[in-house]
C-alpha cells in the first residue's frame, strides 16, 4: 500500500444570502427582545436565503468560489460532499445538484448528514479518500437554508439560526503540511435534544404532522449547551494530541459558530485565549454545517490566517456529533482573489419539471417588500 498523502486547504470561498434579519426584526415577530438574544447568544443579524436560494444553488456559487480560489478548473474535482441538514430534496441529495450546477463531468457527490458538524465530518472523509489516492481534488461544502426549518413562532429557536455556505477545496499533495490531526465523534445521549419530528420514515409527513407543526426544528436549549461546551473541548484536544502538539501551538480556532456564550465556556474550560478564536457570529447567527467554512473563508479575508499557521476547526451539532481539525495552513491568503466575480447569477439549478412553488417562509413575506431588507445587491441564482 502507498504511503498515505498530505491532504492541503487549497481553495476557500464562502456565499451568504443578502437579505438580513435583524434582532430589531424578530422583536416584531415574537416575545424578545434585542438585549435577551444579545446577551444569551451575541447574535445580532442573521441572513436569510432569498425565494429563488435554495440550499444547492448556495453550495454551488460557494463552490465556484472555492474552486477559483484553488486556481482550478470545476473538471478537476473528482468528490463532491455536501454536509447539510437542509437539502433541497429528501433525494436526490444537494451535492448531485451542485455537480450539475457548477458544470463537472465526473466528480462522485454525495450529502452527508451530521447537522452543524457536516462540514467536519464532510473534511474527515473527503481528507481519508484523498489521504489514500482515491481523487486528488475534493469540494467540501457545508450549506443550509434553516430558515426553511425554523418554527417562526417560536422564539427558543427563531433567534438563533440563518443561512449561508461555505466551502473549501482540499487537494492530495506530496508537500508537507495539511491536515495533521483529525477527531470524529457521536455521543448518543443527545438524539433527541435537537430533531424535526416529521418528515422521515419513522413520522412521515400528514396532515396532523403539519398542524402540529413537527416538520420544524425543536431544541433543548440548555442541554444542548451543555453538551456543546464538552463535546467541543473534548474533541478539540484530542484532534490537537493526534496533530501531535498542544493547544498553546494553535495560531488561530475557527470554531462552529452556535452561540458566543458557549466559545466563552469553550476557551475558559481549556485556558485557550478568546482572541485567537475566530468569531462572526453576531452577522449571521448559527449557520449550521455552513458556519465553519464561512468563517475559515472570513478569517483569512481578515488577515488572520497566514502560510505556516496552525488552524483549529470545531463543530458540534445535531445528534451529539462533533468534530475538529488541526492543520497547517499552506496557501497564499492573496490566492482568494481569483473568486472575485463570481456571483449568483452564474448558478443555475437544473429543473424539475414541477411547477415552481415559493419556498419563502410565510412569516417572513414582509421583508420582501420592506426596502430596508431588499436583495437589491443580489442576482438570484434560478431555476432553468
Ligand atoms: N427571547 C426572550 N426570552 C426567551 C427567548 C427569547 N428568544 N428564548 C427563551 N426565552 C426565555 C425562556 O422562555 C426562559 O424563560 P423562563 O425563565 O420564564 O422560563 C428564559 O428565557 C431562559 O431560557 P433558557 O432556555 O434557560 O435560556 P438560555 O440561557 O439557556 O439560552 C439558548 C437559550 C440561547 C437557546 C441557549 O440554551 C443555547 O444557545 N443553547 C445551545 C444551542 C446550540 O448550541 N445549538 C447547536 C446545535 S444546533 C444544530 O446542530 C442544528
Known sequence: MAALRSVHVTGWGAYTPSLVLTNADLERMVDTSDEWIVTRTGIRERRIASPTD????????????????????????DLIIVG????????????????????NAHAAAMDLAAACSGFAYGYGMAHAYLASGLARHALV???ETMSRCTDWTDRG???LFGDGAGAVVLSASD???GAMGIELNTETAATYSIWIPAGGAARPANEASVAAREHYMRMKGQETFKLAVRKLASTSLMAVEKAGITLEDIDLAVPHQANVRI??????????????????????????????????TEAVAAGR???GDRILLAAFGAGGTSG?????????????LRAEGIGPERVTLLDSGLEPINPFPPALEWMLAEPGHSAAAQTPATAR
Do not use: Q
Open 141 to 143: 461544502i457545508g450549506s
Open 324 to 336: 475538529a481539525i488541526v492543520l497547517k495552513w499552506t496557501a497564499d491568503p492573496a490566492n482568494r
Open 157 to 159: 429557536t427563531c433567534v
Open 263 to 296: 466559545l466563552e465556556a469553550l476557551a475558559k474550560s481549556v485556558h485557550f485565549p478568546p482572541e485567537r478564536l475566530f468569531v462572526n457570529i453576531d452577522r449571521y447567527g448559527n449557520t449550521s454545517a455552513a458556519s465553519v467554512p464561512i468563517a475559515l
Open 175 to 177: 508537500e508537507p503540511g
Open 84 to 103: 447539510t441538514l437542509t437539502p433541497d430534496y429528501p433525494l436526490p441529495s444537494a451535492a448531485v445538484l451542485v455537480k450539475e450546477a457548477i458544470g
Open 54 to 77: 435554495t440550499t444547492a444553488s448556495m453550495a454551488a456559487v460557494a463552490g465556484l468560489r472555492a474552486i477559483a480560489t484553488a486556481g482550478l478548473d470545476v473538471h478537476d474535482i
Open 305 to 307: 490566517i497566514k502560510p
